[in-house]
């Protein structure tokens, strides 16, 4: 069994702070996790993922996630904001097992303040 | 990088009839592919597993025989909403699984509105 949890539902920053958007994952074998963002009425835009290499992931627009197995968290960080980044983010695991059906969390919507 | 599409991006139907949305991934075979929806401001909803060349396998709560699911090629899924209603109306998303890689290439999204 899987499950993530997106702490947050709405996070707001002043453009140029830093974002920290919070994920707690639980699975019972060795997980595969994924960050991907949303615009509206758009698709799902892939930002990164961890699949058991460097636990310090990089992603694209600058934004990182540290994969913590004691935390059991895979939160997700940008040192500063840029408008543009105002969208819905998901966190999704995809754990082993024989069953590589992802999970997404309930999402967490971004609000970038000018 | 592995592209997604979907076809069409919006539709509108009336109600009773039925509409078929396709999910194709452009440079890569998927066996596995899979179909959410998604409500406004809320996350994306399992639907169905769809496994090329063999029957689809559905959430619990998903009626298989509204929501027809076909994968008849590596490359193209197809899922059909039978009799549609008002309440069908939303946005259907596609994913394709890279093969090896767990992960999930998303199609852009259709949006269904039944009237």
């Known amino acids: 069994a899987q499950s993530v949890t997106q702490l947050d539902s709405h996070v707001s920053v002043s453009e140029g702070t830093p974002v920290l958007l919070r994920c707690n994952y639980s699975?019972?074998?060795?997980?595969?996790l994924f960050w991907y963002v949303q615009h509206p009425n758009k698709g799902l835009q892939l930002l990164l993922k961890y699949t058991s290499a460097a636990t310090l992931v990089k992603g694209i627009n600058g934004f990182e996630a540290e994969f913590k197995k004691s935390e059991t968290s895979f939160h997700l960080t940008k040192p500063s904001a840029h408008m543009s980044d105002a969208a819905e983010y998901f966190c999704?695991?995809?754990?082993?097992?024989?069953?590589?059906?992802?999970?997404f969390g309930r999402g967490t919507s971004l609000i970038v303040h000018p | 990088g592995a592209v997604v599409s979907q076809h069409p991006s919006r539709v509108i139907c009336k109600s009773g009839t039925s509409v078929k949305i396709e999910c194709r991934s452009l440079d890569f075979q998927a066996t596995t592919m899979f179909w959410y929806r998604q409500f406004p401001k809320k996350s994306l909803m399992l639907m169905a597993t769809?496994?090329?060349?063999?029957?689809?396998?559905?959430e619990q709560g998903v009626e298989k025989d509204k929501f027809l699911i076909n994968h008849a090629s590596l490359t193209l899924s197809t899922l059909t909403v039978t009799s549609a209603h008002p309440e069908d109306s939303s946005f259907y998303i596609c994913s394709a699984e890279g093969q090896g890689t767990y992960e999930q290439y998303f199609g852009p999204g259709t949006r269904l509105t039944v009237t």
């Open positions: 769809s496994n090329e060349g063999s029957k689809a396998t559905y």
């Open positions: 699975s019972s074998y060795s997980p595969s």
């Open positions: 999704v695991v995809s754990a082993g097992g024989g069953s590589y059906i992802p999970t």
